[in-house]
């Protein structure tokens, strides 16, 4: 039986087939995401799978694709999600995003907190929404959720 330091992933990668070219600001948020998804995170698929995991995250046919291994990286399936019900909040994000690195340039520190207040906002709404598409299929919690929504997201821009 898995125990709590099975139930984690050890080692992520990104399907970047389709990506062409990301700017360094980006290059860092998907680095910070993937170290810290690391060191601290829970992601126990339903079932008798022993952890801990090796994921691969990607994007094909309109999918999120949650590509599961184990350690010697033997394959334990797929958990494949719509990606219908992540485009908008994701557009959203990218749009609150643009505007808060431009406030950063012009607007004053009460102006600029107030659209982080929005931005993060929008973060915990897609992180919430992929815990809850992945119930039933893989338990996460929160912090996870977060990275991982994150990583969908470097996974949404196309150079």
Do not use: W
């Not at 039986?1 to 984690?8: I, K, L, Q, S, T």
């Not at 990301?22 to 992601?43: G, K, M, T």
């Amino acid at each position: 039986m898995a125990g709590p330091d099975n139930h984690r992933i050890v080692k992520l990668t990104l399907d970047e087939r389709t990506v062409v070219r990301r700017s360094a600001d980006i290059e860092h948020e998907r680095a910070v995401a993937i170290y810290d998804l690391i060191e601290d995170n829970r992601f126990a698929p339903v079932g008798d799978y022993l952890g801990p995991y090796h994921v691969n995250l990607g994007i094909a046919d309109n999918r999120i694709v949650l590509d599961i291994a184990d350690v010697e990286d033997r394959s334990l399936g797929k958990v494949v999600l719509p990606l219908a019900s992540f485009r908008k909040i994701v557009k959203d994000y990218f749009a609150v995003c643009e505007s808060y690195y431009a406030a950063i340039k012009t607007s004053s520190p009460s102006q600029i907190e107030a659209i982080d207040m929005g931005r993060r906002g929008l973060h915990n709404e897609g992180s919430e929404l992929l815990i809850e598409r992945l119930a039933g299929k893989i338990d996460i919690d929160f912090a996870t959720g977060r990275r991982l929504f994150t990583l969908l997201c470097v996974l949404h821009i196309r150079g």
